[in-house]
């Protein structure tokens, strides 16, 4: 069964598979911070999507669709066009070089992130593991 991106079903999936990570528990013991993900519009799809991912030493503690940024309580946002989303889901884009380079916008402290790269390439390595169904 494959979750459309995005959707709620789609970051619950991707919550499951962190905490069934050995590799990603190892990469973030120490991580406390959770993320608030914003699609926003570009050709591909139409409008603006919000996915919070909880996630303390090691574990994704929540997952959600959300209706708007503050509908939860996160230490970092980061936004990106759908495109751009798709290119790090895929593995076509590191995840840190798309925050360097500005292709994905951050709010909170980056040098944080930046002391946790394998845990970020973690992450993306368990999103290539979530069964996903693009739109068209």
Request: glycine share 4%.
């Amino acid at each position: 069964m494959a979750f459309k991106f995005p959707s709620d079903e789609w970051i619950k999936e991707l919550s499951r598979q962190l905490n069934a990570s050995e590799a990603y528990e190892k990469s973030a013991k120490d991580w406390e911070g959770d993320f608030i993900f914003i699609i926003e519009p570009d050709e591909a799809y139409p409008q603006t999507a919000y996915l919070f991912l909880g996630l303390y030493h090691g574990k994704s503690t929540d997952a959600a669709m959300i209706s708007s940024p503050t509908e939860r309580e996160a230490e970092f946002t980061i936004s990106a066009p759908f495109s751009i989303w798709r290119q790090v889901i895929e593995g076509k884009l590191d995840p840190i070089q798309g925050m360097m380079t500005r292709k994905m916008k951050v709010q909170g402290n980056m040098m944080k992130i930046m002391r946790y790269p394998k845990a970020a390439k973690e992450i993306v390595s368990c999103c290539a593991l979530v069964p996903t169904e693009w739109p068209s």
